[in-house]
């Protein structure tokens, strides 16, 4: 018989506790030593995961900062105490635009890498025509004299 670790109700084959709603799922396994191994994902697998970049996101955010950029500038002129606090609507916009060209360039080094390489042209270098050579000259023939 299988008894909850919170309350000490018997518990056989639930995942939860009826009396106290505790997780007992685990409870056999524990009382065997032998607990499941859950993966460990990578935090920056995870982050790389949810922050795939498209070229549909970058361009949503390259416009969205131009959008706070041209309403930046309609609050400077048009509204009354616009003059004060317009230039706070510029670092959304900075934000929004820099992040955008990021993506895009980001999205251009990835297309880059997929690449593949080119493969280099073969050189076609003509045989040299051993007949026209002659015969070779010593090495140390010029050199004896310059010993003198």
């Known amino acids: 018989m299988l008894y909850c670790p919170k309350c000490a109700t018997p518990i056989e084959g639930v995942k939860f506790c009826r009396s106290c709603g505790a997780n007992?799922?685990?409870?056999?396994?524990?009382?065997?030593?032998?607990?499941?191994?859950?993966p460990v994902e990578d935090v920056r697998a995870r982050l790389r995961k949810r922050r795939t970049v498209t070229p549909?996101?970058?361009?949503?955010?390259?416009?969205?900062g131009l959008a706070f950029f041209v309403?930046?500038?309609?609050?400077?002129?048009?509204a009354p105490a616009g003059r004060i606090w317009w230039f706070w609507l510029l670092i959304p916009a900075f934000a929004c635009v820099g992040e955008g060209i990021g993506q895009l360039y980001r999205m251009k080094l990835e297309r880059r890498d997929e690449a593949p390489a080119p493969e280099p042209a073969a050189l076609e270098l003509p045989a040299p025509a051993t007949s026209s050579l002659g015969t070779p000259a010593s090495v140390t023939e010029h050199t004896t004299k310059h010993l003198k």
């Open 24 to 38: 007992v799922s685990l409870v056999p396994q524990a009382l065997t030593g032998q607990l499941p191994t859950a």
């Open 56 to 64: 549909e996101r970058a361009m949503s955010n390259l416009f969205t």
């Open 71 to 78: 309403i930046s500038l309609a609050v400077w002129r048009y």
